[in-house]
């Protein structure tokens, strides 16, 4: 299989953890989103992370996640039907009401785009929203849903990569600083083995990032 994106992409990150988890072999392949007409023979919306696989090319995070976790190895969703839909559960509100919310402060933070007011105003208590619902669903005893780290535990850990970020650089706002119990989860999904894998390429990667950006502007 072939993972294209970046290292420092944190929904490319989820997926890698989980092919690096589960221990399968995948090529990186790198490329930042782009709109060519060849990148979009991979990606429709030429976004990353797209995974190639020998029947063809699947995109979306949560979908490659459910792929992956079908090909072999120790599996990262639950296999009781009812825990599985709250594993899901978990995956959706953490990017539908945490990363598309704090997304929207990327231009700012990322770009150094002139603030968009609009998000300003309206990310914040949406952010606050899902992590209230968050903080709810998960157990974080010692993971989001109990005994198992589950694909949930590796999908959130990435959306609050952004999350943090984007919270802390506009509002001043420490995001888990209310949250206990995620702080301490987060805590220790961080000493996990292929988190620290996972990190050192997301940081290796930055300077990288940062020009491709600055070659944008
Ligand atoms: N819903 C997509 C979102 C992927 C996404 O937004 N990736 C970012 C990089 S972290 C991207 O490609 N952004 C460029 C763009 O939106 O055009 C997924 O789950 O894979």
Redesign the pocket.
Known sequence: MKLY??SA????NAVKHLLLAKGLSFEEVKVY?N?SEEYLKI?P?????ALETPKGII??????MRYIDQKGGESFFPSDDFERAKCEEIMKMA?IYLELPA?RLSGEVLLGLPRCESAFKEARPLMQKGLRALDVLCSCDPYLMGAKMTAADILLRYVLV?AKMNAFKVYDWKLLADYPKLKAWETKMAMNEVSQKVDADAKAALPELMAHFNSKK
């Open positions: 994106g970046f992409s944190n929904y490319y989103p709109q990606h919306l030429g976004k990353v992370p995109v979306e995070t949560d979908v490659l990017e997304r952004i």
